[in-house]
């Protein structure tokens, strides 16, 4: 393992490689929203944006001051991928002091925990509790294919107990249609690995997948906010040359990041939640916070966002 020297400043600015050149993890601090309203294009893209989630052969990690939440993304292709302890979070395996959940996003694949392999397929979750001395949940990803590779989405929260290690399929998620083509936000939202669905429990994570459908492209909506949880989006199925325009701020004071497909964003707390895409897309939310209340926020009138 590389061990480097550096300021805090210098961490936070550059990407820091170890477990032999395969994980590489980024380091973004909290911001104050007051700070936030003075930041430029270039300065909100580097704060919030997560530009590279997947890198063939690579896992790549965002850890977050908010909530210490860790957004990451493993592409295995002719080697399996074995989920290691970044040097931030000082402990001996990935699961010491948290939970995980990964939804794959890719070709068909799959997730070794401790020796037991579950198969992922397309848009299909897992969940894996913090680990224990009898159950270290030592983590490898495969791929069964390396010209159609899996794309492991993961977030990550700290966790304060040990859950059982849960598959979640789409047949088996809460799937709840949501708004209508006249809004342009018809929507299935698929609660994969949230407490009480599939028999799943978590200590603060809460993970899903939102399909919006041929002609719409508000997703969120109306806009809104959560004070007890941060959140994370990852827009994929863009296609080729469409964009998505995600929307953050306070309600009052917001801003536009322009994305493209496969990349993440973090969402504050004190951020509104929406986003708009050139066509239909697909997006996974992740959140933590002190609670596990899906229906916990504040909903913003459309028409007092400024």
């Known amino acids: 393992m590389k061990k480097t020297l550096m300021t805090v400043a210098a961490l936070a600015a550059c990407i820091c490689t170890m477990a032999q050149d395969k994980t590489h993890y980024e380091v973004r601090w909290s911001n104050h929203p ?12 580097k704060e919030f944006l997560i530009e590279r989630v997947f890198a063939p052969g690579e896992v ?14 493993a592409m295995p292709t002719t080697e399996p991928l074995k989920l290691a302890a970044i040097e931030p979070l000082k402990a001996r395996t990935l699961l010491e002091n948290r939970e995980i959940g990964i939804i794959n996003i ?49 977030n990550s929260a700290t966790a304060h107990a040990t859950y059982p290690t849960k598959r979640v399929t789409l047949g088996e998620a809460n799937n709840i249609k949501a708004g209508n083509l006249a809004g342009s936000n018809d929507r299935v939202i698929h609660q994969l690995i949230i407490n009480g669905v599939a028999g799943v429990r978590t200590c603060q994570l809460q993970m899903g997948i939102t399909e ?9 909506m109306p806009a809104h906010t959560h004070l007890r949880r941060m ?26 990041v322009w994305m493209s497909n496969e990349q993440a964003i973090i969402s504050p707390q004190w951020s509104i939640h929406c986003a708009a895409g050139t066509s239909n897309y697909t997006f996974i939310w992740g959140m933590a916070g002190e609670n596990l209340d899906y229906g916990d926020m504040n909903v913003i009138k459309t028409t007092d966002l400024k």
């Open 60 to 73: 790549c990690w965002t850890y977050s001051m908010y909530d210490r939440f860790l957004i990451g993304g």
């Open 231 to 256: 959140e994370t989006y990852l827009y994929f199925n863009v296609a080729e040359g469409q964009r998505i325009a995600h929307i953050m701020g306070e309600p009052q004071e917001t801003r536009v």
């Open 106 to 154: 890719g070709g068909p694949g799959t997730v070794t925990v401790d020796g037991r392999t579950y198969d992922m397929g397309m848009m299909e979750g897992l969940y894996v509790g913090r680990a224990t001395d009898k159950h270290p949940n030592e983590i490898t990803l495969t791929s069964r294919d390396a010209h159609n590779p899996a794309k492991f989405y993961m």
């Open 34 to 45: 007051a700070d936030a309203k003075t930041y430029d294009t270039q300065r909100l893209r």
């Open 212 to 220: 919006l459908k041929t002609g719409s492209v508000w997703n969120t």
